[in-house]
């Protein structure tokens, strides 16, 4: 049975490095139906690749296979592999750091390294740079046209060896919780946290109050202010702050048609830190 191929990477558009992928997939099989998350994932960036694979992988069909590529380290000895989830979607990758959160909150049933004697293109075995072409696109393709099986893949890998980046850490205190800004809603500027909704609502914070929201970049206070929390955007007015849950069901603060993350140059990763807090009165 053939599955649908889905490719995100940090390549772009502007050159051919993505028509290169199509076409090693289409060379396998040309009927695939052939799908992209995102080619704009920031340069070397493996932890927008990894939240991006968490924020899509759910809504599509169990048996779709999933090409990563966002590999800095192209041509090392870090391990090329395939990962199957427990939800039987398969994503293949680098082992390097790309299947954080897919392993920490979707769950990985098998991991299988590439046997490249078997999944490579011909006569590349003297390019180092683009696996993405010559070992990942190849291998996907293999796999979503049903031309292998997982087991074709190559040896199994202990799933507790994949390589993980370091995540930031919820903190809850009777009044407040603390977490991270993982990432940015890009084209809309809105921060979203790693606040699950069930942990913000545990510390009793409710719909239509006003909430201090105080965000740090290390020692360095970059924002406190008291921020409404709605439902939508249309719950607050244009140029006016919210809070609100993200599609992911994580916490994110926002600007009604504005851009949060420019107005207060507001970035992400482990370093910024977000507090709620409840206000004195």
């Known amino acids: 049975m053939k599955r649908l191929l889905v490719f995100q990477s940090d390549f772009g558009l502007v050159d051919g490095a993505v028509a290169a992928m199509y076409g090693v997939a289409n060379s396998i099989d040309d009927t695939l139906k052939i799908q992209d998350i995102t080619h704009d994932i920031p340069p070397y960036n493996i932890w927008d690749a990894s939240y991006r694979l968490f924020q899509t992988i759910e809504y599509w069909p169990k048996g779709t296979v999933f090409v990563s590529v966002v590999d800095p380290g192209v041509g090392s000895n870090r391990k090329s592999v395939v990962a199957k989830t427990r939800n039987g979607k398969f994503i293949v990758t680098p082992d390097n750091g790309t299947l954080t959160h897919i392993k920490k909150f979707t769950g990985i049933e098998e991991v299988r390294e590439i046997d490249e004697t078997l999944h490579r293109r011909e006569n590349t ?130 600007i009604n048609q504005g851009n949060f993350a420019k107005a207060y140059n507001i970035g992400t990763g482990r370093q910024w830190e977000i507090e709620f807090r409840k206000a004195e009165q």
């Open 125 to 254: 075995e003297h390019s180092y740079t683009f696996h993405g072409r010559d070992v990942y696109a190849l291998t996907g393709a293999k796999l979503a046209s049903g031309t292998i099986s997982f087991a074709d893949v190559g040896p199994l890998v202990d799933t507790a060896s994949v390589v993980e980046l370091e995540t930031g850490k919820i903190t809850v205190g009777e009044t407040s919780v603390q977490g991270t800004i993982d990432i940015l809603d890009i084209r809309f500027g809105s921060l979203w946290t790693n606040i699950p909704r069930d942990t913000f609502l545990g510390v009793g914070f409710t719909l239509g109050e006003r909430i201090e929201v105080i965000i740090r970049n290390g020692s360095v206070l970059a924002y406190d202010n008291r921020i409404f929390y709605g439902k939508s955007f249309a719950d607050v007015r244009v140029s006016e702050q919210i809070i609100y849950v993200n599609s992911v069901y994580n916490m994110a603060v926002a």
